[in-house]
Nanobody
Framework: QVQLVESGGGVVQAGDSLRLSCAPT????????MAWFRQAPGKDREFVAS????????DYRNSVKGRFTISRGNAKNTVYLQMNNLEPEDTAVYYC?????????????????WGQGTQVTVSS
């Protein structure tokens, strides 16, 4: 079983940046496609970005395109989300997810492994 842990959340002002990190709690034997989702209070969990197993096939939701960058780290199955020019609308709990596919997906149900979430709060 793969367990993921996110970090890097915090409270920032609009226009600031944050870099979220996600890593498995133990060494993994295979590489997964990974993604970031977020969930704001009273809203459904929504797709943010995904990245293929080899760092290709990157996808973003439209509202973060040009502001957020997803990338894989050197360690297997580590993933980052660089968030620039944050907006109050970005406030949410951000979750890291992984699946056994080569490419990511926008559908949460296709991801088998999830982190516990890290809170991102953006004040105006």
């Amino acid at each position: 079983q793969v367990q993921l842990v996110e970090s890097g959340g915090g409270v920032v002002q609009a226009g600031d940046s944050l870099r979220l990190s996600c890593a498995p709690t133990e060494r993994t034997t295979t590489t997964y496609a990974m993604a970031w989702f977020r969930q704001a209070p009273g809203k459904d969990r929504e797709f943010v970005a995904s990245i293929g197993w080899d760092g290709g096939r990157i996808d973003y939701r439209n509202s973060v395109k040009g502001r957020f960058t997803i990338s894989r780290g050197n360690a297997k199955n580590t993933v980052y989300l660089q968030m620039n020019n944050l907006e109050p609308e970005d406030t949410a709990v951000y979750y890291c997810a992984a699946n056994h596919k080569a490419f990511g997906s926008r559908a949460a149900h296709e991801y088998k492994y999830w982190g516990q979430g890290t809170q991102v709060t953006v004040s105006s």
